[in-house]
C-alpha cells in the first residue's frame, strides 16, 4: 500500500475527516435547478395542448430531463430525428404525462447529482491557494521552472499533458502540477457510494495511474470518501494491495511537497 493511502484511510477512520473535508467540496444538495417563468409556462402550455412534439423539443432543452430512457440520448444528439420518429416521442410522453405537471416541475428541477459538483468544487479549492501556489496561465505555467499549478478546464489540462507529458487517455483532467522538477497529474473524485456509476467513477480515476508511460511524470487518483472505510469491499481491496498514489485532497499538499 502507497504511504500517502495509508495516511487517508487513518485520517478517514480516526480523525474527523468529514469536518476537514467540507472545506474542499462544501455540498449544498438542496440547491435545485431553475428553470426561468417563460421556458415553463411554455411548457405547462404544450402539456395541456397535448403537443407531444413540441412538448419532447422543449424538455430536452432542459438542464435535466425529467425520465431515463435509453432513447433520449440520441435525441439528444440528433434532434432532427425527433420529427422522424413520432412514435417513439409519444411513448416517452407518454411516461412524462403520467407524472403530471406538478411532478414533471419537480424532476426538471432537481439538484445535481453529487458526484456532478465535485470537480468544480475541487478546482475552486486548488484556485484558493490553498496548497501554498496560486494556480498560473499556461503561459506563465510554460516560462518558468519553478514550482507552479497549471489553470485551466479539464480540455486545457488535457491538451497540455497529452502534448508534452504523454498523457494517452481521451478525457480532461482535475490537476497538473509541477513540484522540484517534477510534473504530477491527477483526477479527483469524491466517492459517495459503493456500487454502480460510484464504481464506475473510481475505477475511471484509476485508469489515470496509467495514462501516462512516461516514469519523469507522477500520476495520482486523488479521491475522497467511503472508498477508504475498512472492509472487503472492492474499492477499500483495491486501494490497500495497490503501491499507487491514492490519497485523500486532505494529503495532496503533503505529498507534493514531499516530491
Known amino acids: ?24 467540496y ?7 435547478r431553475t428553470i426561468d417563468g417563460r421556458t415553463w409556462n411554455n411548457i405547462d402550455s ?47 410522453c407518454g411516461r412524462i404525462r403520467e407524472l403530471g405537471i406538478e411532478k414533471l416541475y419537480e424532476r426538471c ?13 475541487f478546482r ?7 496548497l501554498g501556489i496560486q494556480p498560473t496561465t499556461l503561459s506563465e505555467f510554460t516560462s518558468t ?27 480532461g483532467i482535475d490537476f497538473l502540477g509541477r513540484f522540484n522538477s517534477v ?4 483526477e479527483a473524485k469524491f466517492i459517495s457510494d459503493e456500487g454502480g456509476h460510484q464504481n464506475d467513477q ?3 480515476a484509476m485508469m489515470t495511474l496509467n495514462s501516462v508511460a512516461n516514469e519523469g511524470v507522477r500520476k495520482i487518483a486523488i479521491l475522497d470518501g467511503v472508498l477508504y472505510i475498512k472492509s472487503k469491499k472492492r474499492m477499500y481491496t483495491h486501494i490497500t494491495s495497490c503501491d499507487k498514489p491514492i490519497m485523500s485532497a486532505l494529503l495532496l499538499r503533503d505529498y507534493l511537497y514531499s516530491l
Open 202 to 204: 473510481f475505477f475511471d
Open 145 to 171: 521552472s519553478s514550482d507552479a499549478i497549471l489553470d485551466g478546464s479539464d480540455s486545457q489540462l488535457q491538451n497540455f499533458a497529452s502534448k508534452r507529458l504523454g498523457y494517452n487517455r481521451d478525457k
Open 46 to 92: 404544450l402539456f395541456h395542448r397535448n403537443d407531444n412534439m413540441g412538448l419532447f423539443k422543449a424538455l430536452l432543452d432542459l438542464d435535466l430531463f425529467p425520465i431515463k430512457d435509453g432513447y433520449v440520448p440520441f435525441f439528444k444528439r440528433d434532434k432532427s430525428a425527433i420529427d422522424r420518429n413520432p412514435k417513439t416521442v409519444n411513448r416517452i
Open 109 to 121: 428541477t432537481q439538484p445535481k447529482e453529487t458526484n456532478r459538483q465535485m470537480g468544480p468544487l
Open 124 to 130: 475552486r479549492w486548488i484556485n484558493s491557494g490553498t
Open 183 to 186: 510534473y504530477v497529474i491527477g
Open 26 to 32: 462544501p455540498l449544498a444538495p438542496d440547491s435545485v
Open 1 to 24: 500500500m502507497n504511504y500517502f493511502t495509508q495516511q487517508s484511510i487513518e485520517l478517514a477512520n480516526q480523525r474527523d475527516y468529514l469536518d476537514q473535508l467540507f472545506a474542499i
